[in-house]
């Protein structure tokens, strides 16, 4: 029989009983290593939440607050619960100092919370302790509890478990980083102003200190945006990142497309245009690249291999990065890391790159203008910013089915002299705005002949059907480029 969410409950408060006598580190995050992890570990969970200074904020499972004190530091107030006492005592006995916490003991389901009060939801190691049809319940009640775009952060050990402290018995329920994902982000909430509310996901990525120090990728944050519900931005979808991992980058899709651009590669030219293009930056050994909209990671990959960059690759596609890891987990190329990210509302502190690397994503992203902007912040002095994509011909009268193309993949496209004004009026000196389209055409003409030599072995992964929709599709580009509706842009340019 099915165990309910009063039984879960129950071995919960069992198992939390036996392992908070001491209310000490080692208790509290089940691991021999624990004070030799927690300073390193505590900077980076943060480093992973926005300012929370002057904002409200509820710890849920706070423990003995070890992130109690760091966030009550510059917060205008900080609600810290868990459901053990000695943990409570212990957190009031290290923080009660400060003016500013409210401590409870309580079961998080048991919580009372005035609705548009918080700004910032914050749980490390929690979910994971709650049943199925509780955490509906909870994610309902915060998408009342938080403000119109405030911030849920939440961390949790997936597949297995982390610590290596002895259990007699440990009910914890280890879940899949997408299980968590797919049910957050898919609950929805009307609120006061009359508007739908739900989960965007900000970032999505592996703490690194328990891959570097326990090689363990299975611990997991997230930090979630409560954003306004409006299906037509999201290609009718609950949100974009559903779109992409739903319909356009399938894990199928991305791996039949990986057939057609090469081992590693969903972007034009493969691993041939990327050489050419990642030359013209001149990368040093050391340098930090962003790899924004960075596929299944060939591109960092070669950047880090060839030029010794250290490469944070970022992708809303769930699916991307999720091949893009399992390839770095069979390569262990150093320096090269992936994070779930939406670029245009993730942050990164000012002056934390040397390059901003780009193929072939940027025309999913309306507002270009608040992304280049960002870009020009994260970029060191003398930093350099270099972009692929899709654009648009210059004349107004696009053919029918130019314009359902465009639609239908929800794209949002310029033409080459508005994209390098873009990046102009971002700031940027020196800036190229190449238009490609004539090799663009050349590629798509030789992958076509290719994809063609290759396709009995694609056979034996794929389907006929498969097949037929990439030819197509491939097909269909060089019809819009022999149209002028459909072009291709290079684009270079540095900060001051």
């Not at 006598?21 to 900077?43: F, G, P, V």
């Not at 405030?150 to 982390?162: A, H, I, N, V």
């Not at 009026?425 to 050349?442: L, M, P, R, W």
């Amino acid at each position: 029989m099915a165990k309910t969410a009063t039984d879960v409950r129950g071995e919960m408060s069992k198992f939390w009983q036996e392992h908070s006598t001491r209310a000490n580190l080692t208790e509290m995050m089940l691991d021999s290593k624990a004070d030799e992890i927690s300073d390193i570990e505590s900077e980076e969970i943060l480093s992973a939440v926005p300012d929370y200074a002057g904002k409200n904020i509820l710890e849920l499972g706070a423990g003995i607050g070890r992130f109690t004190s760091k966030l009550s530091a510059n917060a205008k107030s900080v609600i810290a619960v868990d459901f053990m006492e000695k943990f409570v005592q212990k957190n009031k006995e290290v923080n009660s100092h400060r003016g500013n916490i409210t401590f409870l003991c309580n079961n998080v389901m048991d919580l009372q919370i005035a609705d548009d009060s918080l700004d910032l939801i914050f749980s490390n190691w929690l979910l994971m302790y709650l049943s199925d049809s509780d955490i509906e319940i909870l994610i309902k009640r915060m998408l009342k509890w938080l403000k119109p775009n405030g911030k849920l952060f939440f961390r949790e050990s997936c597949f297995k478990q982390s610590g290596d402290k002895v259990r007699s018995h440990n009910p914890t329920i280890y879940r899949s980083p997408s299980w968590y994902t797919n049910l957050i982000t898919t609950r929805a909430q009307d609120k006061s102003d009359g508007k739908t509310y739900g989960f965007d996901v900000v970032l999505s990525k592996a703490v690194q200190v328990y891959i570097q120090m326990k090689n363990n990728p299975n611990q997991i944050c997230w930090l979630m945006e409560l954003s306004e519900r409006d299906p037509s931005n999201s290609q009718g979808f609950e949100t974009f990142q559903k779109f992409l991992d739903q319909k356009q980058y399938s894990r199928n899709g991305i791996l039949r497309y990986e057939e057609m651009f090469g081992r590693d590669y969903v972007s034009t030219g493969g691993h041939g245009t990327t050489k050419e293009f990642v030359k013209m930056l001149n990368l040093k050994k050391g340098e930090r690249v962003l790899d924004v909209g960075c596929g299944i990671g060939g591109s960092a990959f070669h950047m880090a291999r060839d030029y010794g960059a250290e490469v944070l690759g970022i992708d809303l596609s769930e699916n991307m990065i999720d091949i893009a890891i399992e390839r770095q987990a069979e390569y262990r190329v150093p320096k090269v890391s992936f994070e779930v990210a939406d670029a245009t509302k993730v942050t990164y502190p000012e002056c934390s790159f040397d390059v901003v690397y780009s193929r072939d994503t940027i025309l999913h992203i309306d507002r270009k203008d608040l992304l280049f902007q960002s870009f020009y912040k994260w970029l060191k002095p003398g930093g350099r910013v270099l972009i692929t994509d899709y654009v648009c011909g210059p004349h107004e009268n696009h053919s029918s089915d130019f314009k359902s193309y465009v639609a239908q993949r929800g794209y949002h496209l310029l033409t080459v002299p508005q994209y390098g004004k873009v990046l102009e009026d971002a700031g940027f000196k020196n800036v190229q705005a190449i238009d490609k389209t004539t090799s663009f055409v050349d590629i798509l003409r030789n992958e076509l002949v290719t994809f063609g030599q290759k396709k009995s072995g694609f056979l034996e992964k794929f389907s006929l059907e498969d097949f037929d929709a990439i030819n197509a599709g491939w097909n269909d580009k060089l019809k819009r480029c022999g149209m002028g509706d459909q072009k291709w842009g290079l684009f270079y340019a540095e900060k001051a």
